[in-house]
């Protein structure tokens, strides 16, 4: 079946660590994204790619850092975790298409101590 | 000034009752106007989507866009405890503006 996938599902970690979110997705969609989602605020874009070897940073600002080598996979990497990084982090995935029907994982809820 | 701003809610409605979401945006260049569903402890998924002034029906959801005021509506009728979730408006020109979420409960 068609998905998105994003592992770990939790993640609780101390400061100063190297942490890598995984997110695949077998759609075999170009266009994928990294959210931020925090309780009652807005989606804010972090990071995104059109394909392969391409990738942009986003509206927030963020520390984190993103490879896409393969179509399917788009992983973020926090190369020192800090409190202030504790979040809801959303991987989606898109068509090209004129507007963007996004398809979301189940997110990573990252808490860093 | 945000880009889109969405009444907070929460909202709480027992069943059977209509439901009543409603967003407003600042970019008139606005092209395509969405609204996602999210469960607890799941990704959002899109539930509507129109590109026009005017209402779109699916089922018990209608989505209503009034470019002119620019404000759009999510109204679900007929509410089931199956409908709680926070629903997000969101909207597209070159890139895509969410609204922060409105939770609702929807009471057996």
């Known amino acids: 079946e068609a998905d998105i996938y994003q592992t770990p599902r939790y993640l609780v970690i101390g400061t100063g660590k190297k942490i890598t979110l995984e997110c695949s997705q077998t759609?075999?969609?170009?266009?994928m994204y990294w959210y931020q989602q925090d309780p009652g605020m807005e989606l804010h874009l972090i990071h995104y790619?059109?394909?392969?070897?391409?990738?942009e940073k986003g509206d927030l600002s963020s520390e984190s850092t993103v490879s896409r080598i393969r179509t399917e996979h788009f992983p973020l990497t926090l190369e020192s975790a800090r409190p202030s990084h504790t979040s809801q982090y959303l991987c989606?995935?898109?068509?090209?298409?004129?507007?963007?029907?996004?398809?979301f994982g189940s997110g990573t809820q990252l808490s860093v101590l | 000034q945000k880009e889109v701003e969405q009444d907070p809610g929460p909202l709480s409605v027992p069943e059977g009752a209509i439901v009543s979401l409603n967003c407003t945006y600042s970019n008139s260049a606005f092209q395509y106007f969405m609204w996602y569903r999210q469960y607890s402890r799941k990704g959002p998924e899109l539930l509507m989507y129109t590109y026009s002034s005017g209402n779109k029906e699916d089922g018990r959801f209608t989505a209503q866009v009034d470019k002119s005021s620019k404000y759009i509506s999510l109204f679900i009728r007929d509410s089931q405890p199956s409908d709680s979730a926070t629903y997000l408006c969101a909207i597209n020109d070159y890139k895509l503006s969410f609204g922060a979420g409105t939770t609702v409960t929807v009471r057996a």
């Open positions: 790619s059109y394909g392969v070897n391409s990738t």
């Open positions: 989606a995935s898109s068509e090209k298409a004129s507007f963007e029907k996004l398809f």
């Open positions: 759609m075999g969609h170009d266009k």
